[in-house]
Structures are given as C-alpha cells and as structure tokens.
C-alpha cells in the first residue's frame, strides 16, 4: 500500500492558473496538486478566488493564464475529455422537483453514454437513499437533495467529485451523513473529492488534507490526517506535561515552561521516560496531553484573522 502512494499521480493539477477579469486578479498563479484517493478541502477568506477556482475547474470560466489537468487532460486543450473525468456540484444541485429522485437520474442518466440500470442503483445505495429514491424531489430534506446531487455527480463513474460548499443549509445530521457518504466514496470507489466549505472544524473532520488561499494566492498545503507511523516514520510532537513545578521540570528535561505547564517536543515513545524522570525528580505530574493546534487556530494565523466565506 505504501508503494502505491508513493508512485499514484495527482488527479488533477492546477498549474500558475491565473484569471483576470478586466484590470482585477481573481486567481494569482495558482499551483496545486490534488492527490488521488483522497478528501481534499480548500480553505480562503472571503474573495480569496475559492469559487472561481473550482468554475474553472468545470469550465464554467476560462481560464486566463496556466492550465488544469484532470487525469491528465487539459482543460484547455482536451476539455471534453478532461471534464469527462468530473463530477461536480456548483452551488445547490438543481433538481427537477415534480420527478422522484429515481426519474432525476434516469434522466440525467440519458445525457451520459454507459450509465445502466445497475449503475444507478449503486450509486442510490452508495448515498442511502434506498428508501425514498421513488418519492418525488419536492418532498425531500435539503440534505436529501445534496444526497441525490452527489449520486447524480457519480453516474459516469468520475475520477475527481468537486463540491462547492456541500454543508450549506444542512443541519448537524445531514453534514455527518454527508461526511460519511464522501469518505465512503473514496474508500469503495476510488474517487478523490475537492471541496471548498467555511465550516472549519467540518472540514478539519472530513479532508485528509487542505489548502488555504488568500487575494487569490496559495498560502499553504496541510496534511490533517497521518498516513500511520508505520509507514510516515516515527513522528515529533508537542507533548505537555501539567506539572506542580514547570520551571524545576524543565531543569530536568527541557522544554519549554508555559502557564499550563511544560511543553517537550518529543516522540510518543519517548513519553514514559520523560514522565519517570520528572517523577523521580520530585516533579508531580497532574496530566500528560498532546499539544493540538486546531484548523481554525492555524488558519486564522496564515490569513491573518480573515473572516472567511
């Protein structure tokens, strides 16, 4: 399994996309791999380029300046076949409401050549909605609706499914039934999933890793969630210690003495003997915790504290 992770190529790549609209610059030199296999979130304040990203992404706009491939096609040059690899949801699905969910997708379904009956089950199966596929969209939840988008965005089997802002108008239920749709997703079908929300801790719990733009610039690109130590190698972390004496723990073994206690960069291995020491010092120790910096907390200091979308 490590191997392939190591030689799988991004399924799609944005290179020094630029979009211009008159003397304005929406998206300045955007370079970003999105890796395959994987949830990944895309974070900015607000008129940071997010949504004219992804519409160049689907081809609703051009693209001024650089290029996108999907699966290795270009956006510019090879469309039809490049947003052929796509499924995406712009905005809120838009559904035809006097037809039951099932009639929404046979007729969508008739737009896209190889989609069968079979297929259509699955992907109702895929989303649960086994149960109310037959009732018209009219009578259906606002999460319903974004489950039936999602199955119409998955027919044609694509490599990348890109939302925009899925969690809008969905209750605390529905964004975790979405959550688990689209980690599903990836693990049973293989599809890589670019989504763009503002509901920070959602996106903290659903991305395997996510990127921040700002004034329409790369800031940074975050890896939320370990591939194991097994494979990443042991990995340092910020470990506190919640002592009666910080500043006789740090003589003892370093660190760094802050008003909760001792803060020890080390590796989790390393955590039982450093308590024995302190122990063995005469230092009571109260609590040992790993330091974790939140989403939020850290996006809010690569942008500065802007607001976001």
Known sequence: MTENRAVQ???ARLLGVTKQIGSKTLVNDLTLDIPAGQIFGFLGPNGAGKTTTIRMMVGLISISKGDITIGGRSIRTN???AVAQV???VENPEMYKFLTGYQNLRQYARMVSGVTKQRIDEVVRLVGLNNRI???VKSYSLGMRQRLGVAQALLHRPKLLIL???TNGLDPQGIRELRDYLRRLCREEGTS????SHLLSEMELMCDSVAVIQNGKLVDVRQL???GEAEAGPLSREILFEVNDPGAAH???GGTVEAEGLVVRALRSDIPGLNERLVGGGIQVFGIKEVVVSLEDQFLKMTGGEGIE
């Not at 999933?193 to 763009?196: A, I």
């Open 9 to 11: 190529q991004p399924v």
């Open 164 to 166: 925009d802002e899925p």
């Open 87 to 89: 499924g995406a949801i």
């Open 251 to 253: 003589a003892l073994i």
């Open 134 to 136: 037959h009732d018209k």
């Open 193 to 196: 999933v670019f989504v763009s």
């Open 79 to 81: 469309f039809e076949e």
């Open 225 to 227: 969630k370990s591939v």
